[in-house]
């Protein structure tokens, strides 16, 4: 579930529209803790596992170059 989803039990609105004190302060610690996360936070696996793959490529061509 993505957080655009969420329904404020308060005031029954979509918690991004920030109709009531109670949504805002849920919209503010959800983009609080987005931004806590990290860089790499929104990436998938598949493309972590990508990342992973061309680093090792590079470590493996320069160990391959100092020898």
Sequence with gaps: ???????????????????????RASRERMRMREQEQGAFAGLSPAMLAALLVVLLAALALLAHQTV
């Design 1 to 23: 579930m993505t957080y655009d989803r969420l329904v404020c039990a308060n005031c029954a609105a979509p918690v991004t529209e920030g109709r009531c004190p109670v949504c």
